[in-house]
């Protein structure tokens, strides 16, 4: 087996979709025999625009952040790697946004105002890597593609059906995008786990997709026995 990584996962910390906070879900993780994962909480345009002041940014920062901090104090106490990530949500279009951190959210609340492709452009910009998180979604009937502004599509996602899987997959092959597995857990203990397993150890983000642009890995899915 090579070095697996979750890479969409979520907190009951940084939104409310979560059921466990992120020290149980390293410790499940290392259960797991995984390398690494990436929380990747939610934060919406819908809910963002109705903030009016910096003070109440700033709290939906602090909220966003405090899931990734627990998880990657835990990690490190069990020699788990634990990256930060968020999935910007514009409607039932959702992105998961790589690279970037809490202070480019402090300083950044007006890009959420943007419209989606502006929005993305503007994070790839900064040095951010984004995926379009499951592009098709079960009972969903319409679909915001942005290949312009997007480096890879999750191709295979735990809480997807095969049809709008397979869709995905056929659009990242059309557009040439990195294909990404991942959960989209929201509780330990789930049933099915998609992810990344790469050749090597990635201790950062930017060693992450290096892996990955390199075709360094492949696409798993299984169904763990492992309980917390």
């Known amino acids: 087996m090579g070095y697996r990584y979750e890479t969409h996962c979520h907190t009951k910390t940084g939104f409310p979709c979560g059921k466990n906070t992120g020290d149980e879900l390293a410790r499940w993780f290392k259960l797991l025999g995984f390398a690494g994962f990436f929380l990747t909480d939610h934060i919406l345009r819908d809910e963002v625009v109705k903030l009016e002041t910096k003070e109440a940014w700033e709290e939906r920062v602090n909220r966003l952040c405090t899931g990734f901090e627990a998880a990657k104090k835990e990690a490190d106490s069990l020699g788990l790697t ?24 402090m300083e950044n609340r007006d890009t959420f105002t943007l ?7 503007k994070c790839r910009e900064d040095g951010a890597f984004v995926v379009h ?14 290949p312009g502004e997007t480096d890879g599509v999750e191709v295979l996602s735990g809480m997807r059906s ?6 995905a997959e056929d659009y990242a092959r059309s557009y040439g995008k990195f294909r990404q597995g991942g959960t989209d857990l929201h509780w330990v203990n789930h049933p099915r786990l998609c992810g990344m397993e790469l050749d090597a150890p990635a201790s950062s983000v930017k060693e992450y997709f290096e892996a990955v642009r390199a075709g360094a890995y492949g696409i ?4 763990p026995e492992i309980m917390l």
Do not use: C
């Open 220 to 223: 798993f899915d299984i169904h």
């Open 115 to 121: 419209g989606p492709v502006d929005y993305l452009h």
């Open 133 to 146: 998180a499951h592009p098709f979604r079960e009972g969903v009937t319409s679909s915001l593609l942005i």
């Open 82 to 105: 634990v990256l930060q990530g968020w999935e910007y949500g514009y409607g039932w279009n959702h992105y998961l946004i790589y690279g970037l951190n809490r202070d480019w959210l």
């Open 162 to 167: 095969d049809e709008a899987n397979r869709h």
